[in-house]
T-cell receptor, first 114, second 115 residues
Framework: AQTVTQSQPEMSVQEAETVTLSCTYD???????LFWYKQPPSRQMILVIR??????QNATENRFSVNFQKAAKSFSLKISDSQLGDAAMYFC???????????FGKGTKLTVNP | DAGVIQSPRHEVTEMGQEVTLRCKPI?????LFWYRQTMMRGLELLIY????????DSGMPEDRFSAKMPNASFSTLKIQPSEPRDSAVYFC?????????????FGSGTRLTVV
């Protein structure tokens, strides 16, 4: 079974600094997708960024970028120029191309200090 | 688009009572998912529908849980009878097509408390 591991239950960063959240996953599939979701205190799950496994180029969305290491099964999220509004729970998620089941990690709580 | 709409936002009920959670997916999305979030177990997929048809309900914890999707714009998740261990946040999500290629769009969730 596919699993997603987020080894950092909590992280903190100073405003305007850069932080990297870690995620590893276990799969024997070659066709899959990876996602990072943000859950602020409002509880809404917000899609931050997605990556197709067949693409070597790392996805980027404004201040958010990923470091996708397929061989290592690693998918870290880098947040640049951190803002107070980035404070939230961040969930890494995996989706096999032949399935509908998003598998989530346990999440990392990010605190942004002013 | 108003996004995925869930109601109620909060629900407090007594053990043994029936609880119904509601979800309106984004128009044009043909896949709908129900997730449950708890501190202990994280986010778990309960059931999902494609074109209003239940595809996989293997995540439904027990027979007390049931879900329906009578049409493309409405789904319910029912718990009867409810128990304290059902207390959680229940999310509905939708996506267009199969495979979640674009990622799922989640609703704001229903926080259920069973006392």
């Amino acid at each position: 079974a596919q699993t997603v591991t987020q080894s950092q239950p909590e992280m903190s960063v100073q405003e305007a600094e850069t932080v990297t959240l870690s995620c590893t996953y276990d799969t024997s599939e070659s066709d899959y997708y990876l996602f990072w979701y943000k859950q602020p205190p409002s509880r809404q799950m917000i899609l931050v960024i997605r990556q197709e496994a067949y693409k070597q180029q790392n996805a980027t969305e404004n201040r958010f970028s990923v470091n996708f290491q397929k061989a290592a099964k690693s998918f870290s999220l880098k947040i640049s120029d951190s803002q107070l509004g980035d404070a939230a729970m961040y969930f890494c998620a995996y989706l096999w191309g032949g399935s509908e089941k998003l598998v989530f990690g346990k999440g990392t709580k990010l605190t942004v200090n002013p | 688009d108003a996004g995925v709409i869930q109601s109620p936002r909060h629900e407090v009920t007594e053990m043994g009572q029936e609880v119904t959670l509601r979800c309106k997916p984004i128009s044009g999305h043909n896949s709908l998912f129900w997730y449950r979030q708890t501190m202990m177990r994280g986010l778990e997929l309960l059931i999902y529908f494609n074109n209003n048809v239940p595809i996989d309900d293997s995540g439904m914890p027990e027979d007390r849980f049931s879900a329906k999707m009578p049409n493309a714009s409405f789904s319910t998740l029912k718990i009867q009878p409810s128990e304290p261990r059902d207390s959680a946040v229940y999310f509905c999500a939708s996506t267009q097509g199969l495979g979640g290629f674009y990622g799922y769009t989640f609703g704001s969730g229903t926080r259920l408390t069973v006392v």
